[in-house]
Every structure is written in C-alpha cells, then in structure tokens.
C-alpha cells in the first residue's frame, strides 16, 4: 500500500506528540513500539488482503492507540481514541471509519476480547514482540516501566512466571499472525520456561541453604532454650524464697504483737488500755506486717497461666496453646493431646514455637511475682519507718 496522505501526516503529528509530550521514563510505550505496531499493522493487514479503506484505518488506528500515554498510564485507551477523535475530525475523516479506528483502540485493552478482523490484526501487532526473538529484552523494559508507573516490583522468580504464564495464556488472534509468529512464539515459551526452571533451582538452593543456616546452630538454639528456661527457673525460686522470707519474718512479728497485747490486756486489764501512746506505733506495726504478708503470700501462690481453649479441632493449631504446657494441654481429651504431640515432634518450628510461647508465659507469672513482691517490701519498709517515727513521737511526748 502506497503510504496515504493522512497516515504521513499521522505519523509526523503522533511522532511530534510523544517526542514533546511522552516521560523519558517511559521505556516499553514509546515512540519505537507504536513505530513497530504501525509497520506489523500494516504487514498483517496486506497479508490479510484487506481493503485500501480498511488497511487506512488499521494504520490510523495503530499510530494512535498509545498516544493516550502522555497524559495518563492507567486507562490511557480512552485519552487514545479522544486524540485520535479530534485530529481525525479536523480533517473531515467520515465519522463511521473514526468510530471503527476507536473501536480497534478499545480491543486494545487487556480486558477486551477484539472482535472482527480490524482489531485482531491490532492487537496482534500491539502483541507482536511475544513472537519475536526481542521479548525477554522488551519484556524487562515493560517490567521497569510497572515499577515506575504502578508501583509494581517482581522478583526475578516473579516475574518469569508471570511472564511464563503470559505466553502461555495469549495466543495471537488472527491467522496471519499466527503464521507469521507461532514458530518464535514457540522459541519464547521453551526459553522462558529454561528461565524458571533455573529461577526455581535458585529458590530452592536458596531455600536449602537457609534451612542449613537454620540448622548448623541448632544446639546454640538449643542452649539458648535451655539456659532461659534455667534463668526463668532460677528466678521463679528466688522470688519464691523472698516471698516466704517475708511471710516467715511477718508472721513472727504479727504473732510477738498478737501475743503482746493479748498478755498485756490479760494481766493489767483496762488499764493496759490508758496508755493510748502505744496504741498507734504498734497499730502501725501490726498493719504494716499484715499488707506485707499479704502481698508476700499472694506472690507466693501458684499461677497457672493457660488459655480458654476453643472447642473446636484448630485449637490445637493455634500458636497460642502451648501443649507443653500442663495448664493447657490437661484441657484437651487424651487422643488429642497425642496428635498435637505428634505434630510437635514432626514439626520443628511447631516445637520451637510451642516452647517459645512458654518462655513468654513463664516471664508473664515471673513479672507478677516481682511486681507484687516488690508491693510487699515496699509496704514492709515504709511500716517500719513510721512505726519508729510513731514511737518516737510517743516516748517524746507522753
């Protein structure tokens, strides 16, 4: 086909357009792509035999269906068929052959299956690097150009199987293209899916060597293990002995105090009573050794942390149940007790899990051990002190 008047004048207008309007960044629908869909329109179109008037449209069609990209990334379609519109109409194009260059610009779309031999013939030509020894080239520029625009980022495995899947999944739509590509197409899938066969041999060499990281410290993880729960231990039964160090030295005293006053009231009878400068110090003292060793007792008492297991067959499953744990797992029915044990000893990172979760509420009930038994101290130090300053005043002033 002799190159028409319009489509010159086409080609200057869409190649002066994206020039001055088109990013720099974008690498993959630029000015080469629409020159390269123009020249496979145009090719298919003549191996179609297709009318002069169709193959025009075709063309037209072909040098404005990206043309939308200077404004917009997403839905650029539709800004397309608006420029194309409007130059066409300025040069008195017959609206019914503008209508059908718009609709080869909608077929365009990833979304829309092209109807008729106009659109097919675009779209393949829109597709043609997929049949041609470029597309892995062409496809990295399409992947950097998603990750400026779209905020889209592969990685290397990704991306091959996406684009694995692309190929496999998008057949060209007319016959001439598929003549005319099928033999590369064919070349492209067994080259990329050599390309994720060897991008699933590096994940899986990844992922070995990340299991044998994993495993070359296993008795430093072990040891850890071991020494926390010592730790934890060694501190559980050194709050345990301050605890009963306070209730041993409390109790003494509330029993001298107790056995004071009772003897004091039994001999001197009502006149033990008269001396009412007394009564405040050792009421302090009194009430200082019961807050004491009730909190001292309280922090004493066992705790067992466990949760309120669902009645259902995950509660096995969830991190939260410890199963070697005996304020949890005594919940449970035997048979499922034994196939969460089961589980455990298979799964390493279920075992791992499961005594991480211990450690965490072993330190829960070692926290509220100390905050208590620091309760106590502090009641017991400060009783003291004002007991001696209420004495003081007593002996000072009565």
Known sequence: M????????????VSLLLKKGLSKKMVYHNYRHTLETVTEAQALGEMSGLPSNELQDLVLAAWFHDTGYISTYKGHEEESKHLATKWLQARSYPQERIDRINSCIDATQADVKPEGLLQKLLVDADMSNMGKSIFPG????LRVEWEIFLDQFFTDREWAKFQMDFLLSTSFYSDQAQQKFAAQLGLNIQEQRDLLSKEEKKKKKAEKKHRETLAQPKRGIETMFRNTYKTHLDLSSIADNKANMMISL???????????????????????????????????????ALGSVVFAIISAQPDITSL???????????????????????????????????????????????MITDIYYLGEVLSRKYRILRISYTIFMVGLVLTVIAFGIAIAFY
């Open 2 to 13: 002799q190159e028409s008047t319009i489509i010159k004048e086409a080609s200057e207008y």
């Open 138 to 141: 062409t496809a990295e520029l």
């Open 250 to 288: 409390n109790a003494i005293i509330l029993s001298v105090i107790i056995t004071y006053l009772s003897a004091k009231t039994s001999v001197q009878g009502t006149d033990f009573a008269q001396h009412r400068s007394i009564i405040i110090p050792v009421g302090t003292l009194l009430l200082t």
């Open 308 to 354: 309120k297991l669902r009645k259902n067959k995950e509660r096995v499953n969830t991190r939260q149940v410890n199963l070697l744990f005996f304020g949890n797992f005594t919940k449970l029915p035997l048979e499922e007790f034994r196939k969460g044990m089961h589980e455990i000893m298979r799964d390493k990172k279920s075992l791992y899990n499961n």
